[in-house]
């Protein structure tokens, strides 16, 4: 079996204990008004975002991850904001070792959490970035990290260092101001950055391949947000094509801007949608 189709699967055979959702600073996306130079830029981590409240890890979903308790037994007692994160290019991994309720031990160590902003710090984003690091060094763990923060001249090094990244597997750029003071929801304080955008849509149908997809599925036929139907065959696994996601479930797909019929450019199949 397909492991994303897994995935599904393990989602659903899970009782993931409940918290309160956590109020989380959410991104805007980046465009040229912006000035880059007056932020800090680091690495888009692929991972699962997760709130520490002090005493536990909780998903941006509002479910309690189940970490063993030697991978947190070091954190601190102050809250946290950070990504679970395996790797680049690891997404399906990690969410699959985080989802369970009896977490494997042997999965976990080689997981990290790495974190980038400390909610109830006070001052500008590069006061409590000092505040982070001081406070991550001192607990002095295998599995809390910062996520290493850098600056740009200028947005030609910008997307310079954007190439560089994504070409090694990253997923793209964040963008956090320097001066801002620590606010929840979606904010030009924060910014994502990537060669690409993504979304969501549903799968509503198939169409069946040709060729040597013969007697597979050839695209998933697809209805997104704004009620606009199409098809992404693009970026499907030839596994993904003998067993594509159900009818009904839910999809993220990148895409490179819009037509003029304002339709996806370039649609292409990156994973099943998972809200945790």
Do not use: C
């Amino acid at each position: 079996m397909n492991k994303l189709l897994l995935l599904v699967l393990l989602l659903g055979s899970f009782s993931l204990a409940a918290a309160t959702k956590p109020d989380l600073i959410l991104a805007e996306v980046y465009n040229d008004t912006f000035d880059v130079r007056q932020y800090w830029v680091s690495e888009k981590l692929d991972g699962v975002r997760a709130y520490w409240d002090g005493k536990q890890l909780i998903s941006r979903g509002g479910h309690i991850i189940a970490a063993p308790t030697w991978f947190t037994a070091h954190f601190p007692n102050t809250a946290l904001d950070g990504e679970l994160w395996l790797g680049q290019q690891r997404f399906a991994d990690t969410l699959s070792s985080i989802s369970n309720n009896s977490p494997v031990d042997s999965e976990w160590q080689k997981l990290g959490y790495y974190v980038f902003e400390l909610p109830n710090g006070a001052g500008s984003f590069t006061e409590r970035l000092s505040q982070l690091q001081a406070i991550v060094a001192e607990q002095n763990s295998a599995y809390l990290h910062v996520i290493p923060q850098f600056r740009v001249a200028d947005k030609e090094q910008l997307i310079k260092k954007l190439a560089e990244l994504e070409n090694i597997g990253a997923e793209g750029l964040m963008l956090h101001h320097q001066d801002a003071l620590y606010k929840t929801g979606r904010t030009t304080d924060l910014l994502k950055l990537k060669s690409y955008l993504d979304t969501e849509a549903t799968v509503i149908g198939y169409r069946p391949g040709k060729g040597k997809y013969q007697g597979m599925v050839g695209a998933l036929l697809v209805k997104n947000a704004a009620g606009q139907e199409f098809a992404i065959g693009s970026g499907l696994t030839d596994a993904l094509r003998k067993n594509p996601p159900a009818i009904g479930s839910t999809i993220t797909y990148r895409y490179n801007g819009l037509t003029k019929h304002g339709l996806p450019r370039f649609a292409r199949f990156l994973r099943i949608y998972t809200a945790f």
